[in-house]
């Protein structure tokens, strides 16, 4: 598979930006990123605000600034929205990991709520200062159930609320409608039901890899995460 980036880039120059999701930081990719470092790629995680859909796209955005070559965009679970609306030239491929994908005119809730929730999925309401949290016990439950309790501890410690307008915002074309798109389907996912995911990679066309993965892979099955990371830097390296 070739594709083609333009802006007169050498050959194999490719960075990867990676981005959290809601309740998460950079850290959640931190297994992700020393094992890309250690195959010789230039990587960065986005920190995103998550105070709105805007302000969350262009943190990408900047991140992308920094790096050189062609980018491929891996986004985890809201994210997977966010990466699609970002307009940079130089972005060659989207990975989605067990991420949120909407078309057009659909909202990241839109797709969120598309399946029933599942049993263990804890109920989402804003706080007194309109920012959705999850409750700790979530962590084990619903977001890492297969991490080790020191992981669960630690995603808890450095969770990130995310506001209601990131996931009522009416999103634009999608860039995965023009861009080659990868999408890991965590089959044990607790947060974003499978089937959801199955829906969303078919109708994007996405080159599909499913695994008896939970809803946070990058830290439960990092190895996953960088074997479709490698894959989607591979078919951009051709071109």
């Not at 120059?13 to 020393?34: F, M, R, Y």
Request: with cysteine; proline share 7%.
């Amino acid at each position: 598979m070739t594709v083609a980036i333009g802006g007169g880039m050498g050959m194999g120059e490719v960075s990867v930006v990676l981005v959290h999701g809601a309740w998460a930081d950079g850290s959640s990719w931190a297994s992700v990123i020393d094992r890309l470092i250690a195959s010789g790629h230039k990587v960065a995680a986005a920190p995103l605000p998550l105070t709105s859909f805007e302000a969350d796209v262009a943190a990408v955005e900047h991140t992308v600034e920094r790096l050189p070559g062609a980018i491929v965009l891996a986004g985890h679970a809201y994210a997977g929205a966010v990466i699609a609306a970002v307009a940079h030239e130089r972005v060659g491929t989207l990975v989605y990991i067990a991420a949120l994908a909407p078309d057009q005119g659909e909202t990241v809730a839109d797709v969120f709520y598309r399946a029933p929730p599942h049993h263990r999925a804890p109920k989402l309401s804003p706080d007194t200062l309109g920012l959705i949290y999850l409750p700790e016990s979530a962590f084990a439950e619903a977001f890492a159930p297969n991490a080790s309790a020191e992981q669960q501890a630690l995603l808890a410690a450095v969770q990130r609320p995310i506001a209601p307008a990131c996931i009522s915002t009416r999103v634009g074309r999608p860039r995965w409608r023009d861009l080659p798109s990868w999408f890991l389907i965590a089959e044990q996912d607790y947060l974003i039901a499978p089937e959801t995911q199955r829906f969303m990679a078919q109708r994007m066309g996405a080159r599909v890899w499913a695994r008896r993965v939970d809803h946070m892979p990058m830290v439960t099955a990092p190895t996953a995460v960088v074997e479709i990371i490698l894959e989607a830097i591979a078919a951009v390296d051709s071109g």
